[in-house]
């Protein structure tokens, strides 16, 4: 019953360092997609993916980049980290049907000094 | 100054009271509306949908209308509890075979129930 699981749940880097979020869902879910929160601002879309093997930029790509080698999998990684991406990440899932629900994690608490 | 954004819309209710939060969206060609609620420190839960062709739609103690003439979205909670506390977001999905099901989401609203 884990649904979409995001590790780690918060991290502290400095500036110029790099890392990896995971997002992992046990759904059998096609697509899948990485978001931003920042305070008082809606979900913004970073990357997403329709499948196995692709990916595709969303609004706000610029920084990071994503890789989907397994279809349950979904990476999403920053080569420099800088102040800017200092957010709260949320990887979401869905079925490729037309209209259905995203599905969340809890997220990935992120700061950059 | 203040930059946009940053002051979500509030509601205030009693416990018991029913409430009303409200959306307004932007693409008229949107097809798809989902509602989601988002307790402290925790990711999105989906609550309910509602598609293009419905104005109206009822889960457990939550009903979703649709305006499409003014491009309107309301979420109805009734009995509202102390647990309904949250920020609550709209979410819609543009028509079309390359939407790949991405959302455009609102700000939100944060919804405080008093007992």
């Known amino acids: 019953n884990a649904g979409v699981t995001q590790t780690p749940k918060f991290r502290v880097l400095k500036t110029g360092q790099s890392m990896t979020l995971l997002c992992a869902q046990d759904m059998n879910h096609e697509y899948m997609y990485w978001y931003r929160q920042d305070p008082g601002m809606g979900l913004r879309l970073i990357h997403y993916?329709?499948?196995?093997?692709?990916?595709a930029k969303g609004e706000v790509p610029d920084g990071y980049n994503v890789s989907r080698l397994k279809k349950q999998n979904f990476l999403l990684g920053l080569e420099s980290a800088a102040p800017s991406q200092t957010s709260v990440y949320f990887c979401?899932?869905?079925?490729?049907?037309?209209?259905?629900?995203?599905?969340f994690g809890d997220g990935t608490r992120l700061s950059i000094l | 100054g203040e930059s946009v954004g940053l002051h979500l819309p509030t509601l205030s209710v009693q416990e018991g009271d029913n409430s009303i939060i409200n959306c307004a969206y932007s693409n008229s060609a949107s097809d798809y509306f989902i509602w989601y609620k988002q307790e402290s420190g925790k990711g999105p839960q989906f609550i309910i949908d509602i598609r293009s062709n419905m104005d109206k739609r009822q889960g457990q103690r939550v009903t979703v209308l649709l305006n499409k003439t003014v491009k309107h979205l309301s979420l109805q909670i009734a009995a509202t509890q102390p647990g309904d506390s949250a920020v609550y977001f709209c979410a819609e999905k543009g028509a079309g075979g390359t939407s790949y099901g991405k959302l455009t989401f609102g700000q939100g609203t944060i919804l405080t129930v008093h007992p």
């Open positions: 993916s329709v499948g196995e093997g692709t990916t």
């Open positions: 979401a899932s869905s079925y490729r049907a037309d209209n259905q629900p995203q599905h």
